[in-house]
Structure formats: C-alpha cells, structure tokens
C-alpha cells in the first residue's frame, strides 16, 4: 500500500498578530527555530513520504507563497481552497483526490502545518504505527498525544476498549476542558486531541458519505472538480462532522513533545530558553528579566525587570502585552482602528 501525506496549512493566525497576516500567516513564519513552520513540517514528514505524494491544503490567496516554501512538492500537489470548509471538507477533498490517483487503498496521513515537534524521530515512528493499524484494521486512527500539563487549550480524548494493537476504540472527545476537568481526566488516561490522523482514503471516504450530510453531496456532485466542491459544501470540523459520528474510530497514545503553537505564550515552551526562562528572536537584550517572550524584527529590543511578558516588534509597530493576555488578541485586534489591525 501506498501512503501519502496530507498538510493542512490553512488559515491566518490571527493570535500571533503584528507578525502574523494575511499575507504571511502563522504557518510561513520562523516561530520555533530560524524555518517557517511549514517547511520545518515537510523536512520532519520528508523521510516518511515522499514529496510527489504530500498534498498541501491552503488558501488561494496563499498558493503562489505556499510553493514557494515548498519546491520539492510538485505545484499540482497544492492545493488552493477557494473558500474556507473546515477540516473536514479539506480533508474529505484531499482524501478523495488520493483515491482518483491512487486507488481507495492508498493510506493518508495528516497532519498541520503549524505544530512544534519536540522530536522528530518519535514523531514519525507514531505515525507509522498509526498507518499500519489503518491498514491492517481498516480503522480510522487518530494519534492522540500523552498530556504533560492540565491544559485548558487543548481538546482531549478520552481512549475506550483496546483492539490489541497499541490502540483503543475512542470513548469520547471532550473540547478544551476546565482545569479541573482536565486534570481528572489525565488522571483517567485522556489524551490531547492533536489532530494526527491516519486512514485509507476508501475507509475515510465510506463514513463522510454515510455520516457526514454537509459533505457527501458536494463531494458526489463535484465529480473532481475541486472549485465546485469547496464552493459548495458546508464548512463542518472532521472531528464533529466524521470522528464523532463514526464507531469506526480508534486512538493511538503518541509520547513525544507536541504543541499547536497555538498563541505567543507558547514560544515559552517550544523555543530555547535563557537561564531565566526568556525565549527571545532577534536582537533582543534582557536584564534582570525572567520567563518573557520577545520577538524583533529588524530592530533592537531591550527589557529590564520585567516578567510574563510577550513584547513582539515588526516594521514600527510594538506589542506589549502579558502572557496570559496574549491567549485573547482577536479581542485586542478587533477594537483596533483599520490602519494598525490590517498593517501588512
């Protein structure tokens, strides 16, 4: 069997505003080493599969940019979406362009374009894993990955009866917990909801025409056509339109260092760190400072007793905010006039 890899990299990141635009979204910036996280995510899948059998999910505006972040991967393997349909209609399309190339047993495995991988070889050694129980159980896998905190950012999943294979039939998925609530069901043996994916595009294709109405009749009707189908169907989340609805289903526990990347306070956790706790980019002078994030571009940025901080610097314009306040910044941007909020 064959296997493919399919890379969301969709969407604005709008929580990592000013570094982040539209032009320049969250997945083509340099957050957790000097590589854009998309082409950091390639490199990482690149030893796995292939790049003429990788498809990238985007934008349209971002198509052109996309490419060029990723020569290798052949220009008819990105793929624009005309209009935003969720996770689920990504991944329906991606999964039905397979099947027309490749048959309804080739094996997709996806994953986003934005994540911090802590290690790269535990990473895909769990994906592999993922797409031989696929193959040989003819399940839906879903890689979820061993909690280290109670994080209230994250959905969780909660793994049923096991099938023998390192796996377990999916119980529930709980979305974004209360701490309380996060923390019993570690306790229980939860897991977070990373959105690692592995399935024969056939086994995956069977539930979105079975169980996913805001879907399956633009994937029929479409015929191939991938400008009708995104224009068509109904934007709906993989996880509520297909995961959710299937008995299908069944969890792997992933042990390596996982993060969305998911808000500037994260950087904290996934970029190096000073002998203060300072994860700093760029020309940036710390004293007397402690467990701050600070990104400049272009210019010299200097903080002095100063704590939980994310200060971030591009083409004139500053932010300074906490870290905990940096969790909510479309509320921020949404109160800012049109001249700094749509800076590009």
Do not use: C
């Amino acid at each position: 069997m064959s296997r493919w890899a399919v890379v969301l990299a969709g969407g604005v990141g709008s929580r990592f505003w000013p570094l982040s635009t539209p032009s320049r979204p969250k997945q083509l910036l340099p957050l957790v080493d000097d590589r854009p996280l998309l082409v950091a995510t390639l490199d990482r899948l690149a030893p796995l599969v292939p790049a003429e059998r990788t498809l990238i999910l985007t934008n349209a505006s971002l198509r052109d940019v996309v490419r060029e972040h990723a020569p290798r991967v052949p220009a008819e393997n990105v793929i624009a979406e005309p209009r935003a349909v969720g996770t689920g209609g990504a991944l329906a399309w991606a999964a039905s362009e397979i099947e027309r190339r490749d048959g309804a047993d080739a094996t997709m495995i996806s994953v986003h374009a934005d994540w911090a991988i802590g290690d790269d070889e535990g990473f895909r050694a769990a994906l592999g894993r993922a797409a031989e129980v696929a193959e040989r159980e003819s399940v839906l896998v879903t890689v979820g990955v061993v909690p280290t905190r109670p994080d209230t950012g994250f959905g969780y999943i909660r793994p049923g009866s096991p099938i023998g294979v390192g796996a377990f039939r999916v119980d529930r998925f709980v979305e974004k917990p209360d701490r309380a609530a996060a923390e019993r069901m570690i306790n229980e043996g939860a897991l977070w909801n990373s959105g690692i994916f592995a399935w024969r595009v056939g086994d995956f294709l069977d539930d979105v025409r079975a169980l996913t109405p805001e879907l399956a009749p633009a994937l029929a009707a479409a015929n191939g056509d991938a400008e009708r189908f995104f224009q068509t169907a109904t934007p709906v989340t993989v996880d509520v339109g297909v995961l959710e609805r299937s008995s299908n289903v069944v969890v792997m526990p992933g042990a390596f260092q996982w993060d969305d990347v998911g808000t500037w306070a994260a950087l904290g956790r996934v970029r190096a760190l000073d002998a203060r706790g300072n994860a700093a980019s760029g020309s940036a002078v710390l004293v007397d400072a402690k467990d701050n994030v600070v990104y400049a571009e272009g210019t010299d940025v200097v903080l002095y007793g100063v704590r939980d901080l994310v200060v971030v610097v591009r083409d004139g314009l500053t932010l300074v905010t906490t870290k905990e306040s940096a969790a909510d910044l479309k509320t921020l941007i949404s109160k800012l006039p049109p001249d700094i909020r749509d800076r590009e």
